[in-house]
């Protein structure tokens, strides 16, 4: 029964069922909605155990080197929204590059569109962010875009076309990274951010190692 309620959860294969459930299955909170995930309504406080009636007893079978792994990989592809076959492709580019792949992954990570928009306090959750631009609500450079997945560099500039329709981010911190023009009511990629710089709680080391069996 169980099987079938998460197939129904699937649309596209992309999961549609409940988004607390996803932050109880990997033990922390994910913030997939925005400011009710920092409320005392929190659902991940008052049953942090994984979803199932065995979930405390799976999650202590997944210790393994694999299954830690694998937790963190599931973790990001959450927290970013991001499917298995483009999330692979990130992990491949990275590891091509001549940097360290774990940073590099991170920056293309937080490089993407939506991200950035979610950083930026111009939606309260990444979903929500790629909807808004979606819709067309946001110019890079002067330019309307629809593509959430659009990675920026360092010196492009996001801004709202339409103030009235977002519905913003109150509380947040703007990583050092970014830059914000409050006159002109855009926000600049100042620099190419680290893994000092990167706010998710992944090892995105285990996720390299993880692709690399």
Not at 72 to 82: D, F, L, N, P, S
Not at 171 to 183: D, I, Q
């Amino acid at each position: 029964m169980s099987s079938q309620k998460e197939k129904e959860n699937v649309t596209m294969a992309r999961y549609t069922g409940p988004k607390c459930k996803l932050c109880r299955r990997e033990g922390m909170k994910l913030f997939l909605k925005g400011s009710k995930c920092e409320g005392e309504k929190c659902i991940l406080d008052k049953r942090p155990q994984a979803p199932g009636q065995h979930g405390n007893v799976r999650r202590r079978s997944s210790a393994t080197e694999y299954g830690k792994q694998l937790r963190e990989k599931q973790k990001a592809k959450r927290v970013y929204g991001i499917m298995e076959k483009q999330f692979r492709n990130y992990v491949k580019k990275a590891q091509k590059s001549r940097g360290v792949s774990g940073e590099v992954l991170t920056q293309i990570l937080e490089s993407r569109l939506d991200n950035l928009v979610y950083r930026s306090g111009f939606a309260v959750s990444r979903a929500q962010a790629r909807e808004s631009i979606r819709n067309g609500l946001f110019t890079v450079n002067g330019k309307k875009v629809r593509t959430p997945s659009q990675i920026l560099k360092v010196g492009d500039e996001i801004k709202p076309t339409n103030f009235e329709k977002l519905h913003l981010r109150e509380g947040f911190v703007l990583p050092e990274w970014l830059k914000a023009n409050v006159k002109e009511k855009y926000v600049k990629v100042e620099k190419i951010p680290t893994m000092e710089d990167f706010q998710d709680r992944i090892n995105v080391q285990s996720i390299i190692e993880f692709y690399s069996r």
